[in-house]
T-cell receptor, first 111, second 112 residues
Framework: SQKIEQNSEALNIQEGKTATLTCNYT??????LQWYRQDPGRGPVFLLL?????KEKRKERLKVTFDTTLKQSLFHITASQPADSATYLC??????????FGAGTILRVKS | DAGVIQSPRHEVTEMGQEVTLRCKPI?????LFWYRQTMMRGLELLIY????????DSGMPEDRFSAKMPNASFSTLKIQPSEPRDSAVYFC??????????FGSGTRLTVV
């Protein structure tokens, strides 16, 4: 069965640097992957969606890539800020409209 | 739009009691989802509705859990009887386009 794997260890980076988060899937290529941000005590917030036939998608300081050969999506935040500190979740759509989430990666941006 | 509204924000109850969580989706969204989040298992989909009809309840852990959506603007998740292992944060989410879910702020349930 399909699994989504994200780095369980927190990513600590310095303000101004580029943060890169990884999402690996184990089986078939999903039609698209979604990325969400979750702050403590809040629900996840949708950030970006990338389709299987898209190599890259951008939104302001955010960039997502989708590599079907590596079975991987990368999520980049350029010029990171302390306000970017949060948990970032990758998700794929299983059959029907069943959205399955990875465990998430905690990002800490230090000033 | 006020977003997805969940109530209560926090619920503390004793084992064996009935718990009812409430959700108001975004107007016009025809999909509604109930998720549960724990440190051990992350975000798990419990059940989802399309146009008020339950489509997939395979994630509902036991018969103690039930969910209803009597109309397009209201859904409930009920646990009866509650157990300590049900302690978690329960999220409701909605979407009108199949992706880009909008989540509520969640209900933190503690069963003692």
């Amino acid at each position: 069965s399909q699994k989504i794997e994200q780095n369980s260890e927190a990513l600590n980076i310095q303000e101004g640097k580029t943060a890169t988060l990884t999402c690996n899937y184990t089986n078939y290529s999903p039609a698209y992957l979604q990325w969400y941000r979750q702050d403590p005590g809040r629900g996840p917030v949708f950030l970006l969606l990338i389709r299987e036939n898209e190599k890259e998608k951008r939104k302001e300081r955010l960039k997502v890539t989708f590599d079907t050969t590596l079975k991987q999506s990368l999520f980049h935040i350029t010029a990171s800020q302390p306000a970017d500190s949060a948990t970032y979740l990758c998700a794929y759509m299983e059959y029907g409209n069943k959205l399955v989430f990875g465990a998430g990666t905690i990002l800490r941006v230090k000033s | 739009d006020a977003g997805v509204i969940q109530s209560p924000r926090h619920e503390v109850t004793e084992m064996g009691q009935e718990v009812t969580l409430r959700c108001k989706p975004i107007s016009g969204h025809d999909y509604l989802f109930w998720y549960r989040q724990t440190m051990m298992r992350g975000l798990e989909l419990l059940i989802y509705f399309n146009n008020n009809v339950p489509i997939d309840d395979s994630g509902m852990p036991e018969d103690r859990f039930s969910a209803k959506m009597p109309n397009a603007s209201f859904s409930t998740l009920k646990i009866q009887p509650s157990e300590p292992r049900d302690s978690a944060v329960y999220f409701c989410a909605s979407t009108g386009q199949g992706y880009g879910y909008t989540f509520g702020s969640g209900t933190r349930l503690t069963v003692v």
